[in-house]
C-alpha cells in the first residue's frame, strides 16, 4: 500500500469525464493502479467496484483478515471486504451483467478487468473437462480459464441484447499483453516474444469493438491502433468532452472504423520496456527494435510477421528516421515516478552467476 505508487491523483480518468457527463460508473475486477486508499478506483471516478486493488488474485479463495498477502487480499465491494465463494472469473462477469441490469435505464460506463487468464492457473472442473483432449496439464488450464472469460464475456453481450442495449452501447474488447510463454503455457506463435517484450508476441494483442447499428459489422481495421485511442474514441461517443488542459495520446477511432477515412489513425507508434532497455517503434510496414545497448534491428512487418529478417544492414535510411522519431519521442516522456528495477535485476543475476 505505498503510497507513492500508483496512478497520479493528477491525471484524468475516462470514468472522471464520463461521470461529469452524466454517466454512472462502475468497475469490475483488477485494478492495479495503486493500492494505497488514496488510488483507490472510487476516488478515481468510479461509483461502484467490486474487485481487488493488486495485480493478481487466487481464483478460488480470499482471506479478509489479511492485506498482505498480494494474491489473497479481500475481494471488495464499494471498498469494504466481502466473502466471495465463487471462481473469481465467473464471479466478475456476474457482477458486471448485475451493473448492467441495474443501470439499464441510465447512461453508464462499464469497466470489467477480468484476472483470467493471468497466473495462478486455476480453474473449476466444468471448464477443464471440456478440454480433455489437451493434454499438456498448462495448456488444458490455459484453455478452461480462457473458456470461462468467454463465457463470462458472452452472457454480458447477451444481456446487452436482452435489454436492448446493444445501439446504445459501444464495447472495447482488448487484451494488455501477449502470453507469459514460458509461464502459463500460452502461445503467441508466429510472433517473437512474449509479455514484456516489444517484439510483437509482446505488444499484438486482440482488440475488437462492437457498437450495433453505427458500427460495420465484421469489418478488419487494416492499419494499427493502441489501447491509448480508447479514451479519445469513448469520450465523443459518449457526448462527453475531452480535457482541454492536456496532451491525449491517442486519437479517435471513429472516423476509421465507421468508413468515413480509409487513413493510417497514427503515423508511427511506439513502445518502451517499463525499465527503459528496449523500445520499438512502428511506422507502416516497418518496424525498428531496440535495446539499451543493442544494434537497432528492422523488421518488415507485412512480409515477415514473425521479426526474423533483421534488414536494418539494408535500410540504413529507414534506420536512421526511426532512431530519430525514437529519440524525440523518448525526450517528451514524463521522468518514470519510481526507481527502474531493471539494473538492481541485472546486478542479481550477475551475482548469482
Not at 94 to 123: D, I, K, S
Not at 164 to 169: G, I
Not at 182 to 194: D, E, F, I, Q, T
Amino acid at each position: 500500500k505505498d503510497e507513492r505508487v500508483g496512478l497520479p491523483l493528477g491525471e484524468i480518468t475516462l470514468p472522471d469525464v464520463l461521470k461529469k457527463a452524466g454517466y454512472v460508473t462502475g468497475m469490475v475486477g483488477k485494478w492495479h493502479l495503486g493500492a494505497a486508499p488514496l488510488f483507490h478506483p472510487m476516488k478515481r471516478g468510479f461509483d461502484e467496484f467490486f474487485g481487488f486493488p493488486g495485480g493478481g488474485h487466487d481464483y478460488f479463495k480470499a482471506d479478509t483478515q489479511t492485506d498482505t498477502k498480494e494474491y489473497l487480499v479481500p475481494i471488495q465491494r464499494n471498498g469494504k471486504p466481502v466473502a466471495e465463494n465463487e471462481y473469481l472469473t465467473d464471479a466478475l462477469s456476474r457482477e458486471a451483467v448485475g451493473f448492467v441490469r441495474r443501470h439499464r435505464e441510465e447512461r453508464f460506463f462499464l469497466y470489467l478487468t477480468y484476472n483470467a487468464p493471468h497466473t495462478p492457473q486455476q480453474a473449476p472442473d466444468k471448464y477443464i473437462e471440456r478440454f480433455a483432449a489437451i493434454e499438456d496439464q498448462r495448456r488444458r488450464l490455459y484453455a478452461a480459464m480462457l473458456s470461462a472469460l468467454d463465457d463470462g464475456v458472452g452472457h454480458l453481450l447477451d444481456t446487452l441484447r436482452d435489454l436492448n442495449l446493444e445501439n446504445d452501447t459501444l464495447v472495447f474488447f482488448f487484451s494488455d499483453n501477449g502470453g507469459p510463454v514460458a509461464v502459463n503455457g500460452s502461445s503467441n506463435g508466429p510472433l517473437r516474444g512474449a509479455k514484456g517484450a516489444v517484439y510483437e508476441g509482446g505488444v499484438r494483442v486482440p482488440f475488437a469493438v462492437q457498437w450495433r447499428g453505427r458500427l460495420p459489422e465484421g469489418k478488419t481495421l487494416q492499419h494499427p491502433v493502441i489501447c491509448l485511442d480508447i479514451f479519445p474514441t469513448a469520450v465523443p461517443a459518449g457526448g462527453a468532452q475531452l480535457p482541454a488542459d492536456r496532451k491525449i495520446d491517442g486519437v479517435n477511432l471513429l472516423p476509421y472504423m465507421t468508413g468515413q477515412t480509409d487513413a493510417p489513425p497514427h503515423e508511427r507508434l511506439f513502445w518502451r520496456t517499463g525499465g527503459g532497455d528496449f523500445f520499438a517503434v512502428r511506422e507502416g510496414r516497418f518496424k525498428l527494435v531496440k535495446s539499451r545497448d543493442g544494434q537497432p534491428e528492422l523488421y518488415d512487418l507485412d512480409a515477415d510477421i514473425g521479426e526474423t529478417n533483421d534488414l536494418a544492414a539494408k535500410q540504413p535510411d529507414v534506420v536512421k528516421r526511426l532512431l530519430a522519431a525514437c529519440e524525440q519521442w523518448n525526450s517528451e516522456l514524463a521522468p518514470p515516478l519510481w526507481p527502474n528495477p531493471a539494473p538492481a535485476k541485472r546486478a542479481a543475476a550477475k551475482r548469482k552467476n
